[in-house]
């Protein structure tokens, strides 16, 4: 009957304390620990996000520099920092993140794919690396604008002087027989402009670099005249260019197009 009736014996005798059985645990230590933990895995899903973000960009600037008004302020260089140094800081929350959590209970997916997201933006900076070394003026060109009238040179004689004013000394024509590829070519020495016409755009590519070359060393051999001053600019087309000073082929940009560079 004792064992039926007996409702003291789990209970403690009186003056005595209960003592845990297992190891003692410190429920707010426990909690901040995993509110930080959880905190520090948002910041790197965060940064692994942002970083792929940023290499994306570099590459559209890499591959299309022209085609992004947005980025025009940005340069290659800042982007793939940025893309570089937001991957770095994921991989170190996340890293930081997993030893947080280590033998607690919990996902760590998070952690984990913050670590795949810098990869992948590090691959993408390394790509856009690769890009920019290979094509330095980007793989997608603009399109630029070609309105020339190379069939008809007394016509193009007068577009230039609309910009440049009339050339007083008249137009002096330049042999091409012994330059094939080289449709005509012209020059006026009172407003200090010249102009080559080409049967084709292989034509322009082949000639251009040496017509600026020659320009570039005859402004050199004369700069002690006044005729070789100046802030000389080259005009390039499909198939066709022009020399002079930067005010002229500037002017001479907005009727034909083309594209404005240095003699360099």
């Known amino acids: 009957m004792?064992?039926?009736?007996?409702?003291?014996?789990?209970?403690?005798?009186?003056?005595?304390?209960s003592q845990p059985s297992g190891p003692r645990h410190h429920p707010d230590a426990s909690s901040r620990s995993g509110a930080l933990a959880v905190w520090t895995r948002r910041c790197a899903g965060l940064s692994g996000l942002l970083a792929v973000a940023a290499s994306l960009l570099a590459v559209a600037k890499a591959v299309a520099p022209h085609a992004w008004k947005a980025l025009n302020g940005y340069s290659l260089h800042v982007l793939v920092t940025l893309g570089v140094a937001l991957a770095a800081l994921a991989i170190v929350l996340a890293v930081t993140c997993k030893v947080a959590m280590r033998g607690k209970p919990g996902r760590h997916s998070s952690g984990s794919g913050a670590i795949v997201a810098a990869i992948c933006a590090l691959m993408l900076v390394g790509g856009s690396i690769l890009v920019s070394s290979t094509f330095p003026q980007g793989i997608i060109q603009p399109a630029v604008v070609d309105k020339a009238p190379i069939a008809n040179i007394e016509k193009m004689e007068k577009d230039v002087e609309q910009g440049s004013g009339t050339c007083s000394g008249g137009w002096q024509e330049i042999s091409t027989a012994d330059h094939p590829g080289v449709g005509s070519a012209a020059v006026c020495k009172a407003t200090r402009i010249a102009f080559v016409t080409f049967d084709s755009r292989t034509a322009t590519a082949m000639y251009k670099s040496a017509v600026a070359s020659k320009v570039k060393d005859l402004v050199s051999e004369y700069s002690g005249t006044s005729e070789a001053q100046g802030d000389w600019r080259i005009l390039v087309g499909e198939r066709w260019m022009?020399?002079?000073?930067?005010?002229?082929?500037?002017?001479?940009?907005?009727?034909?197009?083309?594209?404005?560079g240095t003699m360099d």
């Open 242 to 260: 022009a020399v002079g000073q930067k005010s002229d082929m500037t002017a001479l940009q907005k009727r034909w197009g083309g594209t404005l």
């Open 2 to 17: 004792q064992e039926e009736y007996d409702f003291f014996d789990d209970r403690q005798p009186a003056g005595t304390t």
